[in-house]
């Protein structure tokens, strides 16, 4: 086992894991508030809405992550030939980076997932909470922001810690569409170096510890929950 | 494009056939790596539940260390590591190396991927049974393997399939990633077609379709697997 | 005793020797998935056709051996060869100090230069300070990928498995220019798909890009080279590599 590269590519594997947390972080937050959308869709009263919703839902999480990477960037992509005047808008620049497909993919994505687990959490807030909090006469929006939602997520604490660390894996699939994160700078060092373990080893290592950051970000936050009377 | 073009291009060129023929291949790896997955989840789920301490220390590597690992970094390291093993193992016992056929290659990696996950479901499901049976069954006087194969694995059963049918789905999706590494199956025959017509859109959602398609049907027989499993829950009094 | 003794010892010899010159007479080559027209590609039908895989057929037929092809994606092949899945690369393998470090190479088969290849319209200056702030498009653990990264670091590089990706995002506009092998790219340019894309000038010699293309071995094995040599040179003397060829290229591509 040789990692004398280490010193010559370190700079790369920095650049990488800076692009996967950037991935992390935008889809996760837009991924997150997408998903309490989709959520409170689903569960209301509109037959339309939350047919359609469960419609999306049942696609995103039905299809592999990999496919609808390559339907947005290749599918999409091979439409630009045909219309040049693209080229020149506003967002050409984010449309030529595999990064910003990536992004929207796994942000769609954060949101049907996540969604359904909102949907779950916010399914089993005790209805008695719910009640006492429109008795005093918050409105429904307050409701959710103070009551409804604060208590969903405190139940899902654990189960959002682990689909933050399905999405830190999901960003690998970037380095499939030429984007050079974490992953790809693990490929990059293999291709100079020719050593096929030592830059996936240590690569792997990362990822472990970006884990191990989220998961105990997660523990940290928020209060314990209340106990039942 | 219109339907007629569509039409052609599946039908006349071939393409549903080349994209059918990747579904089978697609089924058949994760049919292999569920088993295999299944059978090392049984393992790490007993080592676990009654290991000595090493073994339990080992288990949980495996465990963390394939949920907090990308898979297709997974898929990339197990793929060269995996060959170079056996032909070190091969060499060590005077053996000439063997070509690794890619079929059985992709069920093992994808096999010891889910291998961790499952072992987790099965761990869970084992610990829900009432303890009363297994005390009861112990009383009877039986030894360790009979009660595995009597008593455990039949009661567990209908804890797991929610997780189980779940991680299936996982897998199915997870076999499209095998395409990376250059293994043919459903993904791959998307990217031969979409490379060769220029169709890049069509050819996309026509793979996305059949993954969806594989999904539905099979959510659906894991819901008649899960009713008629219901059954053999115990009820709490 | 003595007698029996004798005999099976013999035997077993013979058995020894017909069993090695079996074992080395089946060999496995390795090769990329991913098209390379008209080095190798995978016809409509599933057969490996292109120049490349014609050389393979015909140097088995002249060590006598009996060949057959391991396919997997570029990046792995040379891994497979150290690991003993395969034995022999014979793919647009550059010969590389870098490649030498870790596998033996024959005496090269083909040379080839590398192209840069853009959009017809823009105006392009193939120079590290012409193209800085451009974004170039490569195939990964290639002889280019190695001389972008080197020379053209103001430039954003991107890294493809796959070459067909590096032409769909530069008739897409996503990439402004891609460095590829000659012999591979310029007859695309002859396809009216590609009529908005132009060859913006040749790399110069670098010994990045290696010293010709050769079939690659694991490290010492000495023995298989040779007879690769061996079959590879008596292809060339009785004209046998030049008919391939001629099915190919139209250029002499034995020499630069």
């Known amino acids: 086992m040789d990692f004398h590269w280490l010193s010559n590519f370190y700079s790369e594997l920095v650049k990488g894991a800076g692009l996967t947390l950037q991935l992390l972080l935008i889809s996760g937050f837009f991924g997150f508030v997408m998903a ?51 080229r020149g808008s506003l967002f050409w620049p984010y449309l030529r980076e595999g990064f910003w497909y990536v992004a929207f993919a796994l942000t769609l994505s954060v949101s049907a997932y ?111 929950p209340q106990r039942q009377a | 494009m219109t339907l007629s073009d569509i039409s052609r291009l599946f039908l006349a060129d071939g393409w549903l056939q080349a994209l059918a023929q990747g579904m089978v291949r697609t089924l058949g790896i994760s049919l292999g790596a569920f088993v295999l997955g299944l059978a090392l989840g049984l393992i790490v789920a007993m080592v676990k539940l009654k290991g000595p301490r090493w073994m339990v220390v080992c288990a949980n590597c ?40 890619g079929f059985i290659a992709a069920i093992v990696v994808l096999g010891i991927v889910q291998g961790a996950y499952s072992g987790e479901i099965i761990r869970g499901a084992i610990e829900s049974i009432p303890h009363g049976q297994i005390e009861a069954a112990k009383a009877y006087g039986i030894n360790r393997g009979l ?72 959510s659906s027989v894991f819901r008649q697997v899960e009713v008629r499993f219901e059954r053999w829950m115990p009820r709490h009094a | 005793m003595k007698k029996t003794l004798l005999v099976t010892l013999q035997a077993l010899l013979l058995a020894g020797i017909a069993n090695t010159t079996f074992a080395a007479d089946k060999l496995v080559f390795g090769i990329a998935l ?80 590398a192209l840069w290849i853009g959009d017809r319209g823009l105006e392009l200056d193939p120079t590290p300070d012409g193209l800085k702030g451009k974004i170039i498009g490569v195939q990964g653990s290639t002889t280019h990928a190695a001389f972008v990264k080197k020379y053209y670091g103001a430039s954003s590089v991107r890294y493809y498995n796959d070459q067909d990706d590096i032409l769909a995002d530069l008739r897409s506009g996503r990439i402004d220019i891609m460095l590829a092998d000659q012999l591979v790219v310029e007859p695309l340019l002859d396809n009216p798909d590609n009529s908005m894309l132009a060859s913006k000038g040749v790399a110069p010699m670098d010994p990045l890009f290696g010293d010709g293309v050769g079939a690659g071995v694991r490290k010492g094995n000495d023995a298989l080279r040779e007879r690769l040599n061996v079959a590879l040179k008596s292809l060339r003397d009785d004209g046998s590599y030049e008919k391939i060829r001629q099915r190919y290229f139209k250029t002499d591509i034995s020499a630069l």
Not at chain 1, 72 to 83: M, W
Not at chain 1, 140 to 156: D, E, K, N, T
Not at chain 2, 69 to 77: A, N, S
């Open chain 2, 62 to 101: 495996y465990t963390t260390l394939y949920r907090a690992v990308p898979e297709l970094l997974l898929i990339l390291l197990l793929y060269y590591a995996g060959a170079d093993l056996i032909n070190l193992t091969l060499a060590a016992f005077g053996q000439p190396s063997v070509e690794i056929n």
């Open chain 2, 147 to 218: 009660l595995v194969r009597r008593v455990i694995l039949p009661s567990m059963l209908p804890f797991a399939i929610a997780g189980l049918s779940n991680l299936w789905l996982v897998l199915v999706k997870e076999s499209a990633l095998i395409s990376v590494v250059g293994y043919s199956e459903l993904l791959t025959a998307g990217r031969q077609a979409a490379a060769s017509t220029k169709h890049y859109l069509l050819f996309y959602l026509a793979v996305g379709a059949f993954y969806y398609l594989i999904t539905l049907v099979s």
């Open chain 1, 114 to 224: 996540v969604g359904e687990v909102l949907r779950g959490g916010l399914r089993a807030v005790p209805r008695g909470e719910l009640e006492a909090a429109r008795a005093y006469g918050m409105r429904p929006w307050l409701v959710l922001r103070r009551v409804w939602m604060p208590r969903a997520l405190q139940m899902l604490r654990p189960t959002l810690a682990g689909e933050s660390v399905m999405l830190l894996k999901a960003t690998a699939l970037a380095s499939t569409v030429a984007v050079t994160d974490l992953l790809g700078a693990a490929n990059l060092v293999r291709a100079q170096t020719l050593r096929v373990y030592e830059p996936l080893l240590v690569v792997a290592v990362i990822y472990i510890i970006l884990a191990i950051v989220i998961e105990q970000g997660f523990a940290r936050i928020g209060k314990t």
């Open chain 3, 34 to 113: 991913e098209p390379y027209p008209p080095f190798s590609f995978k016809s409509g039908k599933g057969e490996w056709s292109g120049f490349e895989p014609e050389m393979i057929t015909a140097v088995c037929a002249r060590m006598q051996a009996d060949c057959t092809l391991n396919e997997m994606s570029w990046d792995g092949l040379i891994p497979a060869l150290k690991s003993q899945q395969v034995d022999v690369v014979l793919n647009s393998l550059s010969i590389t100090p870098e490649r030498q470090q870790v596998i033996d190479f024959t005496q090269p088969y083909f040379f080839t230069r």
């Open chain 1, 36 to 86: 309490v959308g989709v959520a409170l869709g689903r569960l209301s009263k509109n037959r339309f809405l939350a047919e359609g919703l469960r419609f999306y839902t049942s696609v995103l999480r039905g299809t592999p992550l990999l496919v609808q990477i390559y339907v947005l960037y290749y599918g999409v992509g091979s439409v630009f030939a045909t219309f040049p005047l693209i």
